[in-house]
């Protein structure tokens, strides 16, 4: 709120009060950008400085300029998990889906709807480590449940993740799990749909399917963007899952990136290449959201 | 305005306050209990669930008998656990002061200096002495010549047997299978694959270091080695290798073996499983969670020699420890021979003393007599070396092919040699850098 005059400002001391209220407005931001520099900036840079050295964590490290570069564009196992993450990031559009047609069926006010999406919600809650355990226990080709339930119909179930070509595909279909924060964002996006569009689609004959295309469609589409973006970044990064139930094979059909990564910093202590490896994912998502955020130009709506 | 800055200032005060409560309160209470502790020793260790009350009771007796020192025990479950744990300890100068770890570890720790050399302690106290311990498991603690772990267990992976299975097929349980072509007709005889039942087992299937060493055996039963002699090479696509990779390829087309995409869980305790292989650490986790299996253990069928895999566990003090003395006394006791030979029963393992063998269960039981006669008479300690997970690692994938059937044997291993060579000249690999015998 400016003063009427500068004469008023300088007496009444505002310069001084608004200088005052935005010291005041970076000490309140300042936990987070001192958390910012500390745990993310700080081993994001030396991640990159680790990345141009050879280093086992117990002995100096060496430096090599950009050997591990050079290494990662000839190593075989590198651009097999990126195909790998490839494959997995198929379930996507596969959640994008899931979620929508969720968020769609909980966009109503029947009775116990609070209840329907805090049970749909719920699996999501659950930690990474136990779905995977569980869900090892049910892909069991033998014993576990998805092949007993497929045998009650009388068919002979695949060996899922102990199968070279039925691992990933099983993954995939366990990544569906998660279908919970997407839904709920989802859920919020419907709700800012005003009715009388609805309404008066209706009034002019539209079908429901018409009404989709023309009217959810178009004014949700920032936030299919939005967790199109997001889930791919994720999808790219999944470890933990895919850790526990293959560990990257049979065959490493199943090793991502991230998993890679991981055994060559925790298993064979190659530090150096591990950063390389890791700036490499990074340089590939970066590159992807650029290029989603480009096309989205094309087909996001924005009131 | 005054007020609204007076408040303002009054909540930054207050929150300051209450922040710096918190970190107190989070770091005070452990910092005093440490200073009332007189020592505490830091513990990790893997252990089978199956063991854990054991060695929680041996800790807690250590205590008792030597009052003013404390032990912090961790437990792992696995060794995957483990490795990375003590290998960020050591980046972050964290370590713990006693580690139990398996004698690849030794050997990179100690490469990488992070191991007290034990040999004074030896010396002064006069025990432990090379004579008392069985020779290969004393080699097998030690780095360029110094003792750099105390030795604690052997374990003896060796072949497995279901008796009741054997009976059912018409088989003797008193004749295990001993040549490889005993091997091959027996499990065939055992399988029926349409009941997910089958002949052989082998330890387990995947891209673990594991996968490769119990293939070893196999290798060294052949009369194959790992690297050629001067050690600059990997030779494991001579044809003694090639004939040990075709022995069980061959078992898996004659449907007689585990195929490598029908995973094991399970199967053994089920019954399904006629021979498997696997080490005296199964007979606790048997006795828990399979009572009603009746096995018997033999000796692993030979080709043109014997060859059991053996390995070895020691206890080790990390050197950035700054409770040396204290750490020894608790290796001491925890290794003395009676304390080894009770501690070794239940982990299912064998004691590292000499003497011990002629002691019950070892000397009696008929189980545990087979894997005396193979550490005694057959052993083949896992070689040592730099960088031994990560060479594996090169190897397991190409296995896996002639597993799977994509490869032959002879294509796999040209191509396990090719891609494990590579890696080992890369570091440098020569005979300074293994311990192989």
Known sequence: MAPLSPEIAVASGWHRQAYRRVLVGYAFILPWVIGFLLFKAYPIGASFYISLHQWDLLKPPIYVEFENYVRLSRDPLFWTSLLNTLYYALCVPLRLVLALALAMLLNRSWPGINAARALLYLPSATPVAVIAVVWTLMYHPTFGAVNTIFGYAAIRGPKWIASPEWAMPALIFMSLWYVGPMMVIFLAGLKGIPSVLYEAAAIDGASAWNQFKNITLPVVSPVILLNLVMDIILAFQVFASIYIMTGGGPMNRTLVLALYIYQHAFVWLNMGYASALAWGLFLLTFGLTLAQMRVSKRWVFYQ | MRTLARTNRGHAVAGAVLLGAVILGILL???????????????????????????????????????????????????????????????????????????????????????????????????????????????????????????????????????????????????????????????KKLSNPSENAWGYAPYEYGTREMVFAWWL?????????????????????????????????????????????????????????????????????????????????????????????????????????????????????????????????????????????????????????????????????????????????????????????????????????????????????????VADK
């Open chain 2, 217 to 433: 055996a196999h290798l060294w039963q052949a009369g194959g080695e790992v690297w050629n002699k001067d050690y600059s090479k990997i030779a494991i696509n001579s044809p003694e290798g090639v004939r040990a990779l075709e022995y069980l390829v061959d078992m898996i087309k004659a449907k007689g073996m585990l195929p490598p995409d029908t995973p094991r869980t399970g199967l053994v305790e089920s019954g399904k499983i006629g021979m498997w292989q696997t080490g005296g650490w199964s007979f606790p986790a048997y006795a828990k969670y399979a009572p009603n299996l009746k096995y018997r253990t033999a000796l692993q069928p030979k080709d043109k020699q014997h060859a059991n895999l053996i390995g070895l566990d020691v206890l080790a003090i990390m050197k950035e420890s700054r409770k040396q003395e204290a750490a020894w006394k608790f290796l001491s006791f925890m290794n003395s021979e009676e304390n080894n030979v009770e501690l070794a029963a239940q982990y299912g393992h064998l004691p590292v003393w000499k003497r011990a063998f002629s002691k019950p269960p070892f000397s009696t039981d008929p189980n545990w007599k087979v894997l005396v006669d193979a550490l005694q008479n057959y052993p083949r300690v896992k070689p040592r070396s730099s960088q031994w997970e990560e060479l594996s690692q090169k190897i397991t994938p190409h296995l896996q092919d002639a597993y799977f059937l994509r490869k032959s044997p002879k294509e796999a291993l040209d191509a396990a040699a090719q891609d494990a060579t590579r890696f080992w000249q890369s570091i440098g690999g020569n005979a300074s850098k």
């Open chain 2, 29 to 187: 209470p452990p910092g005093l209990a440490r200073a009332q502790q007189a020592v505490t020793l830091d513990f990790w260790a893997q252990t089978d669930s199956a063991v854990v009350p054991f060695v929680d009771q041996m800790v807690a007796r250590f205590e008792r008998e030597n009052p003013g020192i404390k032990v912090n025990t961790q437990h792992f479950g696995k060794w995957t656990e483990l490795w990375p744990k003590i290998l960020t300890a050591v980046a972050t100068k964290t370590v713990p002061d006693v580690v139990r770890v398996k004698e690849i570890y030794v050997f990179e720790l100690a490469d990488r200096g992070a191991l007290t050399r034990l040999d004074e302690f030896a010396r002064r106290d006069g025990s432990p002495k090379r004579g008392e311990i069985v020779p290969a498991l004393w080699d097998a603690a030690t780095y360029k010549g110094g003792l750099y772990g105390y030795p604690q267990f052997a374990y003896v992976m060796v072949f497995f047997y279901n008796t009741d299975a054997f009976k059912r097929a018409g088989l003797d349980p008193e004749k295990p299978p001993v040549t490889w072509e005993d091997m091959k007709a027996t499990a």
